[in-house]
Every structure is written in structure tokens, then in C-alpha cells.
């Protein structure tokens, strides 16, 4: 048996009965090093989605059982666990599969407890040059550079971050990293102070000039930050959604008439 933080009807207790994870073929057993909190975990034990279960999905450990090659090695995962057989996973889109399950998310057991399971395919050697504690931030980093997949960036694009949270400081860095015209907007000056050092431009929301950006991120997870982040568009600009919502979201679709969609939490 092993410990973990398992959620049940919007409810989180310690249990120490939980039975260590047996992997089926092709997947890992992996020892639980140190996990992250994520906002969507937080989100999660607001009744965001109807899970039960071991939360967690940023994480690094170590393989106990599996390839030889990775025994005793330090991984990382990819959160995703795909099918490979439906329409998405033929398409080359896994993290889209119609049947996936997803590390403490959705029908899979995640990082807050002793141990995890993984499919091999999702696990990712850990540099011996990378610390533990900067490892737990892959799976959060990769989120945020997801964006550079989705869009092109240019240093003539004016950016626009709504959020100073985790996962906005994250963004915002890698953002930053494009030379594109970059400002960060939160209501939390001792955390946009940290942004500030690295050169960012920061500010808070009521310094946003309306229909100015080109691309607008929300990474709010709330109604005021996504309001925010669609009036700061230019016409025919890019909205990327970076946020998990546990209540519904009221919009003016007539926004969206010169407007550009995109939403992918990672």
C-alpha cells in the first residue's frame, strides 16, 4: 500500500491504502520524487471536472520497473496517456485522443501520491545537469510553450499576458524570449516585481489600452481576466486561452466576429 491525496466529491484527504500502481504492458512504474501544484489541481477540488482519484500531474521520479535503460533513472512525463488507434491518434494529434486518459485529470491516477504509472512512450529522461526541483516544472513550461507551436511570433507583435500566476510567469518568460513587444498585466505586484526583474514590461489590468495587442493570453482562470484579455485585441487578433474555469463562462460572442480563437491548457 502507499500514501496519497485522493479527491472524492469535491473533497481531499490523505489515504494510506491506496494499492501501488500495477503497469500493465507497456507502461512504467515510476517512484515519486516531487510533484507540482498546478491552478487546474486546485480547480479540480472545485468540482472543474467530476474526478476521483490521486490528483497531480507535474512531476519528477524515478522508474522502478520498466525499461532497463530507464531503471533508476529520473523522468519526467507527458500527461496524456493516447489510445493510438482513433482518428486523432492516426492523425499524429495524441493529446487530442477520443479515448485518452490523463495523469490525475481524467480516469488516470496522478503525482500526488508515492508512486505513478505511465506509458513508457510518455516518459522523458531528466539531464543529470537538471535539478529535481527545476525538473517539476516541465510539464507547466512545455504548457506555455505550446503557444510558439500554435502560433508564429514575431518581435513586430504586440503581446498582451492577463495573469501573473504560475503558469502567466512561465508564459510570459518563454514569450519573452521571441522579442516580441510583451506586457504582463495581474493584480499582484510583489509577483509581477519578479517578471520586472527578468525586463518584462508589467502593469496591472486597468493599464491595458483597448484593441492595441495583436495576441492576447489569459491565464486568469476568471471572468475579469478573459474580459480583459478580449477587449485588449486589435481586429482580427489571436485570443489564447491558458486557463481552467471550474464555473461557466458568460462571453459577447459578437466579440468573436473580429476575433481569432485558440484554448489548449496543455
Known amino acids: 500500500m502507499m500514501k496519497g491525496l485522493w479527491l472524492e466529491n469535491n473533497q481531499l484527504q490523505l489515504r494510506t491504502d491506496i494499492p501501488i500502481p500495477k503497469p500493465p504492458e507497456g507502461e512504467a512504474l515510476v517512484r515519486v520524487l516531487s510533484a507540482g501544484i498546478c491552478n487546474t489541481d486546485l480547480e479540480l477540488i472545485k468540482g472543474y471536472y467530476p474526478y476521483t482519484g490521486i490528483i497531480g500531474h507535474e512531476f519528477v521520479g524515478v522508474v522502478e520497473q520498466g525499461p532497463q535503460q530507464l531503471i533508476n533513472q529520473r523522468v519526467v512525463g507527458e500527461i496524456n496517456a493516447a489510445c493510438g488507434n482513433c482518428r486523432f491518434c492516426r492523425r499524429g494529434q495524441p493529446t487530442h485522443c477520443e479515448n485518452r486518459t490523463v495523469l490525475g485529470i481524467v480516469n488516470r491516477h496522478g503525482a500526488f501520491a508515492e508512486y505513478l504509472s505511465l506509458p513508457i512512450e510518455n516518459l522523458h529522461l531528466v539531464p543529470k545537469n537538471v535539478s529535481t526541483e527545476a525538473a517539476t516544472f516541465t510539464e507547466p513550461i512545455a504548457a506555455a510553450l505550446e503557444i510558439q507551436e500554435q502560433i508564429k511570433l514575431s518581435k513586430d507583435d ?69 474580459s480583459t484579455a478580449l477587449r485588449a485585441l486589435r481586429p482580427r487578433g489571436t485570443l489564447i486561452l491558458k486557463s481552467t474555469y471550474a464555473g461557466n463562462l458568460s462571453l459577447d460572442a459578437s466579440a468573436f466576429n473580429t476575433a481569432r480563437l485558440r484554448g489548449d491548457r496543455g
Do not use: M, W
Open 158 to 226: 504586440r503581446v498582451l499576458v492577463v495573469g501573473d500566476g504560475k503558469l502567466g510567469q512561465l508564459i510570459a518568460q518563454t514569450l519573452a524570449l521571441t522579442g516580441c513587444e510583451l506586457l504582463v498585466v495581474g493584480r499582484h505586484k510583489d509577483k509581477l516585481v519578479n517578471l520586472a526583474a527578468r525586463g518584462i514590461k508589467t502593469g496591472l489590468a486597468n493599464s491595458v489600452t483597448d484593441k492595441y495587442f495583436d495576441i492576447s493570453v489569459d491565464c486568469t482562470g476568471n471572468p475579469d481576466g478573459f
